[in-house]
């Protein structure tokens, strides 16, 4: 018998599923041919054997910080409902010179961020207090045994299609070979609260898309 969570996660997988228009789904031998920023809210993807549907889609624009003014770099974000498992993962996408792809393989607990991150020297961790400090230092951060050397930190302006938005800042660790811990800072009624996810890099290759969705 499924618990209460099980049905909710069941019936929500099941509604989704029968709310695809059939008449959206690309024909399979176009499927590689469409890339990923042509999906859209109600699109399908096939990734690594597993199904997903996009609930919703936002964007990051990286702010100038002198001028606080919008600048060129913008990653959109896919936030997707896998229909093998009922879970939210994510995909975001830029384009530089071609299209760059990374998958949210997971996101942190609050004990992970709270308790399991240390420096790269092994010392513990206090995101709140240390994440400035580490990323002006060009310091790596360990977690699981793994460690993510400092890579980047910028602001960006995020708008959601559900109309979250707000001004975030960035903190990115890792390269293409060990993956990648990002730590996003935003601004809250009552400080900074921190979100972190771990991801990977993948190209348009593995992706199937099986609609465009909206």
């Known amino acids: 018998m499924l618990s209460t969570t099980e049905r909710a996660s069941f019936d929500a997988r099941f509604a989704t599923l029968f709310a695809i228009d059939p008449t959206s789904i690309i024909k399979i031998d ?14 399908v993807i096939r990734l690594g054997g597993e ?21 060129d770099y913008t990653v959109t974000e896919l936030v997707l409902l896998s229909l093998k498992t009922g879970e939210t993962r994510y995909l975001e996408w830029s384009i ?25 020297e092994g ?41 979250r938005s707000g001004k975030v800042t960035m903190y990115e660790f890792g390269d293409d070979s060990v993956g990648w811990l990002t730590i996003e800072a935003w601004k809250g009624n009552s400080g900074w ?6 991801s990977k890099t993948i190209s348009n290759n593995a992706i199937e898309v099986l609609s465009v969705g909206i």
């Open 123 to 163: 010392n513990a961790f206090d995101v709140d207090e240390d994440i400035d400090e580490c990323a002006n230092n060009g310091w790596g951060i360990r977690l699981n045994g793994r460690t993510y050397h400092y890579d980047d930190d910028y602001s960006v302006r995020y708008a959601a299609s559900d109309g």
């Open 30 to 43: 176009d499927r590689h041919a469409t890339t990923i920023d042509k999906v859209g809210v109600g699109g």
């Open 193 to 198: 609260e921190y979100e972190g996810y771990l």
């Open 96 to 120: 530089d010179d071609e299209i760059e792809i990374s998958f949210t393989e997971r996101k942190l607990s609050t004990a992970e961020l709270n308790r399991e991150l240390r420096d790269d």
């Open 51 to 71: 199904v997903f549907v996009v609930q919703k889609t936002a964007t990051y624009v990286e702010i100038d910080e002198k001028t606080d003014k919008d600048g």
